[in-house]
């Protein structure tokens, strides 16, 4: 079966267009279908408990002080502290179970036979098996002192500090602050059991499983994964029929000429582009020292190898959990993307042997934009966590508080200007390419690529602090799964199409539609995709089955990526002449990772009724780092050893410090993510499955033995991806000084130009 380029292309605006048609019904109905705010929540005798302005205040300090990054609400965040929604259902639970006992029995609940515990903990679970019709929340007398002391036991953690759960003295600034906190809290617990008008389970759908307060998975989520085990195995049949149907001639090296890195000259631009990898490298190194302090957090909360007995100071005052693992994500985030960035304006030459006027001028000045906003961003951070900036502006300058979306969004402003520059600098890098070439043409793929991830960005930009949590759970998604799971996966395919092409190993219309049929995939299931995580936090369960549909879909693009990488792989690895094996040997990683941690794990924690219990846990970890690091942190390098190589004199080349550090990578990360991080994260999904949510991520799960014990088993990963991350920057530094000066004024004929990039039309 031949498929054309212009056939692809009407088929990527038609699945685009439904997309949008989609994901925008589903904003209309967010914001329709939202759990509401109550203007006040009123006791018995219809004093006050709360006020609406109260929990929207609470929703504020959640975010001012980090603790996203510390714990997780309905599920998101970090899996350090509690979930601050099942945490407060439990609380709830238990402290109406003391209220009712004592009422009743004058004893306390755990003084009481099993009888009259039957008898109390019914009366419970149908208080709390109720309706909302609108107007005031009205509270039993059990659930309004439930809430009074849920506020104490908050002010107490979070105000006054528990190093026992690595919370920090004064993480919260002051009592009033920390009693709003626990009215948020307590009001997304009462939206996860309390139902949804017309419906027989609650707003999350029954989240989190909790038995006591009547949560239960539904049957939609055990009926959906059913459905789910059987698209996966006609996802992954289609996948290989596409692969094997579609007529895309692998890379070959026979009877073709692959430029030598020496056979090329560089550009000014392109030493200019080099300049962003050391920045990156730099970024990456204090990622992954962070992610072993992190790591550590879980085994001594308050310390760290015991340096606090001999200084007298807690790391966790003066660096967080919190402020650690924001650090940490946002890190990841930067320099990766900004290694990308990079790429995107070295690769321009290598195609039309082309130099804007003031080219590498302009992308100094992008790069140093880049470092102000980096810098700017993670200050930032610190100072609105640590409450020095105040007023409107700690979510303008300092810590907007969301995981992923952390910086300020003046910061986050930056990002997106920075995306901005970028693309006007690779258009005039690709003007030669774009002037000749279709609009669905490679140069236009990789514009398409770049622009879809600032468009996504906008997204963060639709929600204050004070919009339902519900609400900005919802853009929050679009900006991290579209990014990961369609715009990066978009750039991944163009950046190799575009890499390809530039060492003549395929034409230019061949890249083409390769790349324009793995964008059509990924962006047919990746985008609608993203409704997996609108299960639990509040939005309608028509998600349910549109979310498990296309989450397993995206199996199909991942098995032809892998099968693509396969091919390369085979073919590099015949031919012993091939100068870039140890570029290609990044690629191929990137594309088993990919197939491994988004593909497998992520098909595993996506099926309704998994997620139902896993949610939250350390299998979504294990996920994560063998889809970001695993995936897109390996392409990345494998665009650096790339450049460098053309960078650098071939009798000067040497490459054995990356495969040193390669190979610390691969297996760092096997042993972190199949030796520690996943045996947890089952442990978890055991713990939930036995005695609820709140204990699978109870203080009292992570200091069990076993679990103690695989936390220490993350060690020698976590060595061996610090010790891979350390050679890297050391073989960077040696590097620096045997890149090969650029030509003055090059030209074309100085350049070993793919072979008619610029006639294949």
Same mark, same amino acid.
């Given at each position: 079966?031949?498929?054309?380029?212009?056939?692809?292309?009407?088929?990527?605006?038609?699945?685009?267009?439904? %997309?949008?048609?989609?994901?925008?019904?589903?904003?209309?109905?967010?914001?329709?279908?939202?759990?509401?705010?109550?203007?006040?929540?009123?006791?018995?005798?219809?004093?006050?408990?709360?006020?609406?302005?109260?929990?929207?205040?609470?929703?504020?300090?959640?975010?001012?002080?980090?603790?996203?990054?510390? @714990?997780?609400?309905?599920? %998101?965040?970090?899996?350090?502290?509690?979930?601050?929604? +099942?945490?407060?259902?439990?609380?709830?639970? &238990?402290?109406?179970?003391e209220y009712y006992a004592g009422e009743r029995y004058g004893e306390s609940?755990?003084?009481?036979?099993?009888?009259?515990?039957?008898?109390?903990?019914?009366?419970?679970?149908?208080?709390?098996?109720?309706?909302?019709?609108?107007?005031?929340? &009205?509270?039993? +007398?059990?659930?309004?002192?439930?809430?009074? &002391?849920?506020?104490?036991?908050y002010v107490e953690r979070y105000h006054e500090g528990d190093h026992e759960r690595g919370v920090p003295a004064g993480m919260i600034d002051s009592e009033a602050d920390a009693e709003q906190f626990a009215d948020f809290a307590m009001w997304t617990a009462w939206f996860s059991h309390t139902d949804r008008p017309g419906s027989s389970h609650s707003y999350t759908n029954d989240w989190p499983y909790n038995p006591s307060a009547g949560n239960d998975a539904? +049957?939609?989520?055990?009926?959906?994964?059913?459905?789910?085990?059987?698209?996966?195995?006609?996802?992954?049949?289609?996948?290989?029929?596409?692969?094997?149907?579609?007529?895309?001639?692998?890379?070959s090296t026979e009877g073709i000429s692959v430029p030598e890195p020496g056979d090329v000259s560089i550009f000014p631009s392109q030493r200019a582009a080099l300049r962003f990898i050391p920045v990156a490298a730099g970024l990456f190194l204090a990622q992954v020292l962070l992610g072993g302090l992190l790591a550590h957090f879980y085994i001594e909360r308050a310390g760290f190898f015991g340096i606090e007995k001999l200084f007298g100071v807690h790391i966790l005052q003066l660096l967080p959990f919190s402020l650690a693992k924001a650090w940490h994500i946002d890190l990841g985030i930067l320099w990766i993307a900004a290694t990308w960035l990079g790429a995107g304006l070295f690769l321009p030459p290598l195609l039309t042997g082309y130099e804007p006027p003031k080219q590498?001028?302009?992308?100094?000045?992008?790069?140093?934009?880049?470092?102000?906003? =980096?810098? @700017?961003?993670?200050?930032?951070?610190?100072?609105?966590?640590?409450?020095?900036?105040?007023?409107?502006?700690?979510?303008i300058l300092g810590n907007e508080g969301l995981e992923y979306l952390e910086v300020g969004k003046l910061w986050q402003f930056g990002i997106l200007a920075g995306f901005g520059i970028w693309a006007v600098l690779a258009i005039r890098g690709l003007k030669p390419l774009l002037d000749r070439e279709p609009v669905f043409g490679l140069a236009h793929m990789i514009l398409y690529a770049g622009?879809?991830?600032?468009?996504?960005?906008?997204?963060?930009?639709?929600?204050?602090?004070?919009?339902?949590?519900?609400?900005?759970?919802?853009?929050?998604?679009?900006?991290?799964?579209?990014?990961?799971?369609?715009?990066?996966?978009?750039?991944?395919?163009?950046?190799?199409?575009?890499?390809?092409?530039?060492?003549n190993l395929l034409t230019r219309r061949t890249a083409e539609k390769a790349v324009m049929l793995q964008a059509?995939?990924?962006?047919? =299931? @990746?985008?609608?995709?993203?409704?997996?995580?609108?299960?639990?936090?509040?939005?309608?369960?028509?998600?349910?089955?549109?979310?498990?549909?296309?989450?397993?879909?995206?199996?199909?693009?991942?098995?032809?990526?892998?099968?693509?990488?396969?091919? &390369?792989?085979?073919?590099?690895?015949?031919?012993?002449?091939?100068?870039?094996?140890?570029?290609?040997?990044?690629?191929?990683?990137?594309?088993? !990772?990919?197939?491994?941690?988004?593909?497998?794990?992520?098909?595993?924690?996506?099926?309704?009724?998994? %997620?139902?219990?896993?949610?939250? =846990?350390?299998? =979504?970890v294990g996920h994560a780092h063998a889809?970001?690091?695993?995936?897109?942190?390996?392409?990345?390098?494998?665009?650096?050893?790339?450049?460098?190589?053309?960078?650098?004199?071939?009798?000067?080349?040497?490459?054995? !410090?990356?495969?040193?550090?390669?190979?610390? !990578? %691969?297996?760092?990360?096997?042993?972190?993510?199949?030796?520690?991080?996943?045996?947890?994260?089952?442990?978890?999904l055991e713990t939930a499955f036995t005695g609820g949510y709140a204990a699978a991520r109870s203080l009292a799960f992570y200091n069990q033995p076993l679990v103690q014990t695989l936390f220490w088993a993350r060690l020698p990963g976590d060595s061996l991806v610090i010790l891979g991350t350390v050679i890297y920057a050391a073989d960077l530094v040696r590097k620096r000084f045997v890149l090969r000066e650029s030509a003055e004024d090059p030209s074309v004929e100085d350049?070993?130009?793919?072979? @008619?990039?610029?006639s294949d039309d």
């Open positions: 079966m031949e498929l054309k380029r212009k056939t692809i292309a009407k088929a990527i605006a038609v699945v685009f267009i439904f %997309n949008l048609v989609v994901m925008g019904a589903g904003a209309w109905f967010a914001y329709q279908e939202a759990p509401p705010i109550p203007d006040e929540v009123v006791g018995p005798d219809g004093d006050v408990v709360v006020s609406g302005e109260e929990i929207r205040h609470g929703k504020t300090v959640f975010q001012k002080n980090g603790l996203m990054n510390h @714990g997780s609400i309905l599920g %998101n965040g970090a899996y350090y502290g509690s979930d601050f929604t +099942a945490d407060a259902l439990e609380l709830k639970v &238990q402290f109406m179970r609940y755990d003084a009481l036979d099993s009888a009259e515990q039957a008898a109390v903990a019914d009366v419970v679970e149908k208080d709390l098996d109720g309706s909302y019709d609108g107007g005031a929340i &009205q509270y039993s +007398a059990a659930e309004a002192y439930a809430h009074e &002391q849920v506020r104490e036991e539904t +049957a939609a989520s055990m009926t959906w994964s059913v459905i789910a085990m059987v698209l996966l195995v006609a996802g992954a049949g289609i996948g290989i029929w596409l692969y094997k149907s579609v007529q895309l001639p692998e890379p590498s001028t302009y992308i100094d000045v992008l790069l140093g934009a880049i470092v102000v906003v =980096t810098v @700017g961003g993670l200050s930032g951070i610190w100072l609105g966590a640590n409450g020095y900036i105040d007023g409107q502006l700690w979510w622009s879809s991830i600032a468009l996504l960005f906008v997204a963060g930009f639709l929600f204050t602090p004070e919009t339902n949590i519900a609400v900005t759970e919802f853009w929050r998604w679009w900006v991290v799964h579209m990014w990961v799971e369609g715009a990066f996966e978009f750039f991944i395919i163009a950046i190799v199409g575009l890499t390809l092409v530039s060492m059509l995939l990924v962006m047919g =299931t @990746g985008i609608i995709g993203v409704s997996h995580h609108y299960w639990w936090v509040g939005m309608p369960d028509m998600w349910v089955p549109i979310g498990s549909a296309f989450s397993t879909l995206e199996l199909i693009p991942l098995v032809f990526i892998l099968y693509e990488a396969l091919g &390369q792989y085979r073919v590099m690895s015949a031919d012993g002449s091939f100068p870039y094996r140890l570029p290609f040997m990044f690629i191929i990683a990137s594309g088993v !990772w990919n197939f491994v941690g988004a593909g497998v794990l992520g098909f595993f924690i996506n099926l309704p009724l998994i %997620n139902y219990y896993e949610h939250g =846990t350390y299998l =979504t889809a970001m690091f695993g995936a897109f942190g390996f392409l990345a390098l494998g665009m650096v050893t790339y450049m460098l190589q053309v960078a650098i004199e071939p009798a000067r080349w040497d490459g054995s !410090w990356l495969r040193a550090a390669f190979w610390c !990578w %691969n297996v760092g990360l096997v042993l972190m993510v199949f030796v520690s991080v996943l045996p947890v994260g089952f442990l978890q350049m070993a130009v793919a072979e @008619g990039i610029l």
